[in-house]
């Protein structure tokens, strides 16, 4: 199974945060990805700069044909599609999306000047990553580690452990 992890702190042209998000997963079903779940959204602050404008986030599980190669690239034009400028890394962006773990694979890729590491170098570190793929995937397990997701949330530290999931009912106004 794949599973991407989709985030946005910036309103866009196109949107809000909300929206953003909506939009990338409509923009990546059109480009030969079938999403097959995706989760709640849940808000959390920026790292490492708790000053800039929070993140919302969601994570998908989905199937394609393409490679992870062909897949990251897809990614990376639907982020230009919604505004995202890359200019300094953890700035506040319109969109961000990620491939959290490719079918288990743990491989890495050289893309022009960017480097696709699988599964996701950061994900065990990542509340806003871990908690919405338990929510899909509860007996998901790190393809590196081995460590299932219960694991992993347990050893986040209380600190990057701030995360609040939003309930269906409210989101639309939470988000504004």
């Not at 923009?27 to 849940?42: A, D, H, I, R, T």
């Not at 199937?63 to 506040?92: A, Q, W, Y």
């Amino acid at each position: 199974m794949i599973f991407i992890g989709i985030g946005s702190n910036l309103s866009s042209e196109l949107g809000n945060r909300l929206e953003n998000i909506e939009l990338a997963i409509s923009l990546l079903q059109e480009k030969e990805v079938k999403l097959l779940k995706k989760s709640s959204f849940y808000e959390t602050f920026s790292q490492p700069n708790k000053n800039d404008p929070k993140f919302l986030n969601v994570v998908i599980s989905v199937e394609s044909e393409l490679s992870p190669v062909e897949l990251m690239l897809t990614l990376i034009s639907i982020e230009e599609k919604l505004g995202r400028k890359r200019k300094k890394k953890n700035d506040p962006r319109t969109c961000d999306l990620d491939i959290i773990d490719f079918n288990g694979a743990v491989k890495s890729f050289k893309i022009n000047s960017l480097e696709l590491i699988l599964p996701h170098r950061g994900l065990s570190d990542r509340n806003f990553v871990l908690h919405p793929l338990k929510e899909i995937c509860p007996d998901w397990r790190h393809p590196k580690t081995k460590k299932n997701i219960h694991d992993l949330i347990d050893n986040l530290k209380a600190a990057n452990n701030e995360i609040t999931k939003l309930s269906q009912n409210d989101i639309k106004d939470y988000v504004k």
